[in-house]
């Protein structure tokens, strides 16, 4: 028997909720706190005192004995310093833990050495760490204690944003405020908000960690940079949906405990397709809070790992030939008085709301889809996004049949009288239920697909933030919900005005409504007719970020300023280049290190063996054909080492970062792969217990 876990009490224990302060803080504090959270505006200093010294005496009373400004830089991961509550003692040597207001609002690490793309010169070290009242402070528990974390915004001393939260809370701001005028045009004049509500499924591999620590690869770059096929992959499909074997239970078990403390509404788990590959998606939550949440997510699967023997990889492609993992980012839009603007309810052709909000995102997402291509890039995804896997590298908007049809009424008539209806399904077998089939089916291969009441933006990586593809789509449907409003406003006849609109919009952006397989090689070629954007890689994305339809649309709204803009270009040319840089350094120290002297030994052994087999007068032809075959292959190896070397330091010295990205990406990967291919050859041609590294077999089989 396992032990009882009740989730209802463990859930958010380590979280500062609502409710803790409403237990905790004087009820003036606490409305006030509640005011500022859903309204904006800032606490007044002495209920920041009061709520400061609430939190502490809660987090001290949990154990803790630090806190931290826990914030989100450029690297797309989290960062934290901390500081112990420990003040000067009195005369008498007492010492009372404090923590003030001030330091709860604003903090100020010495933060030289984050990424900021020219931001900040190293002599210009400010940057400050601001509260974001809206998402909660929790206990974070590992071998260093306990440790209060506030989750902050991180600027420059001049204001502009070093990190991925201030972006993202301005575009929740636009959306909020654009969306508001569309809901009020329809006459919903009580919502005070519109919310986006995101829901991040993450995928993730485990393997045994003993066997990762024998592969540098996986150490230095989180992906294995070399390794010849096992003979099964993920053919047979037993994987996906399967029985989850023990010790992967056992670590879900614990991951979701952890989670659950922290408030993280872990929900569904399952094995995906590839082997040893999991999933884990939490119930949507607002945008800040989900993208916080999400960090936690890959944080805790990481920790959590390491008790069980295990390593949680959450790069995007670590094993060449099997499936890679992303992030599905699920996303709609709510407002504060419950309104879901993208439930079509029954009978979507007469939910007028609902069908401009649709032409909205439609038109919003042809007129970006460069920009929504690049929030969905980082280097591990190259692997994935036009490869040869899933999704596709050209963003399309699925929609299914039912609003397909619907869509396609408007367009040629104006008018969409019917609706196409779900239906019974039925089973034939008359101890099932017959129920009623959803109007639509599914498309897995779809970037950016209808689900329902939400959109499902399938492109992002897995080891990724979710902050900038939120902050894209809040961004681009923002500006949308804009230009609509501010026809509609000035309409005489709203009604006839809004028809025009949406089949204007719809009219117009059709070309990026796609249903059919996003796999196929004719869709690459139908795309291409349509004249809709193909950015191949990772870096050919970066620059839609600087495009003069770019910076317009994040300075109209206040989301990106020119320059942060341009800091971001950089250091994404930079994180690509160095990414690239420490794969390729990986690779020859294991070629040079462990493949090549492996296989010398070998070829020694097999010479050998030639000579004593000839001595004792039998045949050694067959030796000789394998010694003959793994010495080409080590000369072939010896060669795209040598190869890789010279384009590794030719690399090294080039000083412009867009220059050195593109490099990287044509001359730099293409010998990685012409040393990968003769090593991987050889794996398959000596004795597995000579080769230095264990095997795909092991890492993934035999978890
Ligand atoms: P599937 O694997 O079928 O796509 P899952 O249930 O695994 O679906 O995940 C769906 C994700 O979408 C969950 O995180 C869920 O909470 C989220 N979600 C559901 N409804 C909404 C919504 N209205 N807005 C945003 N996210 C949503
Ligand atoms: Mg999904």
Same mark, same amino acid.
């Given at each position: 028997m396992s032990?009882?876990?009740?989730?209802?009490? *463990?859930?958010?224990?380590?979280?500062?909720?609502?409710? =803790?302060?409403?237990?905790? &803080?004087?009820?003036?504090?606490?409305? #006030?706190?509640?005011?500022?959270?859903?309204?904006?505006?800032?606490?007044?200093?002495?209920a920041a005192d009061v709520v400061a010294k609430a939190m502490k005496d809660w987090a001290v009373e949990n154990g803790a004995t630090h806190? =931290?400004?826990?914030?989100?830089?450029? =690297?797309?991961?989290?960062?934290?310093?901390?500081?112990? $509550?420990?003040?000067?003692?009195?005369e008498s040597g007492k010492m009372i833990m404090e923590f003030s207001g001030k330091e709860l609002i604003k903090g100020e690490p010495d933060a030289s050495s984050f990424p900021s793309g020219g931001l900040r010169a190293t002599f210009e070290a400010r940057g400050y760490t601001a509260w974001d009242i809206t998402s909660p402070a929790f206990? /974070?528990?590992?071998?260093?204690?306990?440790?209060?974390?506030?989750?902050?915004?991180?600027?420059?001393?001049?204001?502009?944003?070093?990190?991925?939260?201030?972006?993202?809370? +301005?575009?929740?701001? @636009?959306?909020?405020?654009?969306?508001? +005028?569309?809901?009020?045009?329809?006459?919903?004049?009580?919502? /005070? /908000?519109?919310?986006?509500?995101?829901?991040?499924?993450?995928?993730? $591999?485990? *393997?045994?960690?003993?066997?990762? &620590?024998?592969?540098?690869?996986?150490? $230095? !770059?989180?992906?294995?940079?070399?390794?010849?096929?096992?003979? /099964?992959?993920?053919?047979?499909?037993?994987?996906?949906?399967?029985?989850?074997?023990?010790?992967?239970?056992a670590y879900m078990k614990d991951l979701n405990v952890e989670l659950w403390k922290l408030g993280v509404t872990a929900k569904t788990q399952h094995n995906e397709v590839a082997p040893a590959q999991h999933e884990l998606a939490p119930i949507y939550e607002t945008a800040n809070i989900a993208v916080d949440h999400n960090q936690l997510v890959m944080e805790t699967m990481k920790k959590v790992a390491g008790r069980h023997g295990l390593t949680c990889l959450l790069h995007e492609k670590p094993f060449a030939g099997v499936n890679g993992s992303g992030k599905?980012?699920?996303? !709609?839009?709510?407002?504060?008085?419950?309104?879901?603007?993208?439930?079509?309810?029954?009978?979507?052709?007469?939910? *007028?709301?609902?069908?401009?909000?649709?032409?909205?995102?439609?038109? @919003?997402?042809?007129?970006?889809?460069?920009?929504l291509r690049q929030s969905a890039s980082d280097v591990g995804n190259d692997h994935r996004l036009g490869a040869n896997e899933a999704p596709p590298a050209i963003i399309s908007v699925f929609l299914?049949?039912?609003?397909?049809? %619907?869509?396609?009424?408007?367009?040629?008539?104006?008018?969409?009288a019917h609706v196409l209806q779900g239906g019974k399904l039925e089973t034939g077998v008359s101890t099932l239920p017959d129920f009623t089939k959803d109007a639509t089916d599914r498309n897995r291969t779809s970037p950016f697909a209808f689900t329902g009441n939400k959109f499902e933006f399938r492109m992002v990586g897995s080891s990724d933030s979710i902050a900038s593809p939120n902050t894209i789509l809040n961004a681009i449907v923002a500006e949308a919900f804009c230009e609509a409003a501010d026809i509609l406003e000035k309409a005489d006849d709203f009604d006839l005005a809004v028809h025009?609109?949406?089949?204007?919009?719809? =009219? %117009?952006?059709?070309?990026?409504?796609?249903?059919?397989?996003?796999?196929?090689?004719?869709? %690459?070629?139908?795309?291409?007719? +349509?004249?809709?954007?193909?950015?191949? !890689?990772?870096?050919?994305?970066?620059?839609?970020?600087?495009?003069?339809?770019?910076? !317009?649309?994040?300075?109209?709204?206040? *989301? $990106?300023?020119?320059? #942060?803009?341009?800091?971001? +270009? #950089?250091?994404?040319?930079e994180t690509y280049a160095k990414t690239i840089n420490i794969e390729a350094l990986a690779m020859i120290d294991m070629a040079s290190k462990q493949f090549i002297p492996a296989v010398v030994n070998y070829t020694r052994l097999l010479a050998d063996t030639v000579i004593a087999v000839k001595e004792a007068g039998a045949d050694a032809s067959a030796q000789t054909d394998i010694l003959k075959e793994v010495s080409q292959k080590l000369v072939e190896m010896k060669e795209a080492l040598k190869e890789l070397e010279r384009v590794e330091t030719e690399a090294g010295t080039m000083e412009n970062a867009k220059e050195q990205a593109f490099y990287y990406k044509?001359?730099?990967r293409t010998a990685m792969e012409k040393l990968r291919k003769p090593v991987d050859e050889a794996e398959m041609l000596v004795d597995k217990k000579v080769w230095p590294v264990p095997t795909y077999g092991d890492l993934i089989f035999e978890v």
């Open positions: 032990e009882v876990i009740n989730v209802e009490e *463990i859930f958010a224990s380590k979280v500062f909720t609502r409710a =803790t302060m409403r237990e905790r &803080l004087p009820k003036n504090v606490y409305k #006030e706190v509640i005011r500022v959270m859903d309204n904006g505006g800032e606490l007044s200093p002495s806190y =931290t400004h826990w914030f989100q830089p450029l =690297t797309g991961i989290t960062a934290e310093k901390h500081d112990s $509550f420990v003040s000067h003692p009195d206990l /974070k528990e590992d071998a260093t204690g306990a440790i209060l974390c506030i989750p902050t915004a991180f600027c420059s001393y001049k204001g502009e944003a070093l990190d991925k939260k201030t972006p993202l809370l +301005r575009s929740m701001e @636009a959306i909020s405020e654009q969306a508001l +005028r569309i809901v009020k045009l329809f006459g919903n004049t009580e919502a /005070k /908000k519109v919310v986006a509500g995101v829901g991040a499924e993450q995928e993730y $591999f485990l *393997i045994d960690r003993e066997k990762y &620590l024998q592969r540098p690869d996986l150490i $230095f !770059s989180g992906r294995t940079l070399f390794g010849a096929p096992a003979p /099964k992959g993920q053919e047979l499909e037993d994987h996906y949906f399967g029985t989850i074997r023990e010790r992967v239970g599905h980012n699920n996303w !709609s839009l709510g407002t504060d008085n419950g309104v879901n603007l993208l439930d079509p309810g029954d009978t979507p052709n007469e939910n *007028i709301q609902f069908l401009l909000v649709l032409a909205c995102i439609i038109k @919003a997402v042809d007129v970006h889809a460069d920009l299914g049949e039912q609003l397909e049809d %619907v869509v396609s009424q408007l367009v040629e008539t104006g008018e969409a025009d609109l949406i089949k204007e919009y719809l =009219t %117009v952006h059709q070309r990026i409504i796609f249903n059919g397989d996003g796999y196929s090689d004719a869709w %690459v070629a139908e795309a291409k007719r +349509r004249g809709l954007p193909n950015i191949k !890689s990772m870096i050919e994305a970066v620059d839609t970020l600087t495009t003069e339809k770019s910076v !317009s649309l994040f300075e109209k709204f206040g *989301i $990106f300023t020119k320059a #942060e803009l341009e800091s971001r +270009r #950089e250091v994404l040319y044509d001359a730099v």
